[in-house]
């Protein structure tokens, strides 16, 4: 485990993270320093209420280019915010409070909900939730380590067979 002397975590620009209270085990996730708050991919987000409180169902897709091991999700809305991605476009989003294990240990973060499906990481680690004891280095990758190889050979397969049909 790398650390510095005051106690906080050394992790690279990306990083394999995991969302156990979601069940998904394996997630590539970019460390963004300068987003604010993290955001997950998630589609086919409905809005509910249970128990008089306001709900999201989504599902989360950990692996790109594949639905296999798509995750349907439900999670009390902690906010409604808007957000404005890196090329300017404004778009009003859910939060979610999500404890996200990053390296050696979880830190509990808002995250918002939107649609990456066209970009590279299912996920973005924003500041707040790096501000709970990380450091960044953007030359290094992977720190924490990988997903098991049996992970990612299982679903590299699938990506390019989802890829192709597409």
């Given amino acids: 485990m790398s650390k510095t002397s005051h106690s906080n975590t050394l992790i690279g620009w990306r990083e394999w993270v995991s969302l156990p209270d979601l069940g998904v085990d394996w997630l590539k996730a970019k460390i963004d320093t300068g987003a604010r708050t993290s955001s997950l991919h ?3 987000i409905r809005e509910f209420e249970r128990d008089g409180e306001d709900w999201v169902r989504f599902w989360v897709k950990p692996w ?3 639905q296999d091991d798509a995750v349907e ?12 991605s890196s090329s ?10 999500l404890l996200i294990r990053l390296y050696d240990r979880e830190v509990l973060a808002e995250v918002t909900l939107s649609n990456r499906d066209e970009m590279g990481f299912r996920m973005l680690i924003g500041r707040e939730a790096l501000r709970q004891g990380y450091i960044v ?8 380590g990988k997903a ?3 992970a ?6 699938k990506d390019a067979a989802s890829a ?3």
Avoid at 73 to 84: A, I, K, N, S
Avoid at 137 to 144: C, E, I, K
Avoid at 152 to 157: D, I, S, T, V, W
């Fill in 137 to 144: 280095d953007p030359a290094r990758s992977f720190v924490g």
């Fill in 148 to 150: 098991p190889r049996e």
């Fill in 64 to 66: 790109q280019h594949s």
């Fill in 152 to 157: 990612r050979r299982r679903n590299r397969g």
């Fill in 88 to 97: 300017g476009h404004a778009q009003q989003r859910f939060v979610v409070e």
């Fill in 73 to 84: 999700v439900e999670c009390p809305v902690r906010d409604r915010r808007e957000v404005r």
């Fill in 164 to 166: 192709a049909a597409q």
């Fill in 42 to 44: 998630a589609f086919g």
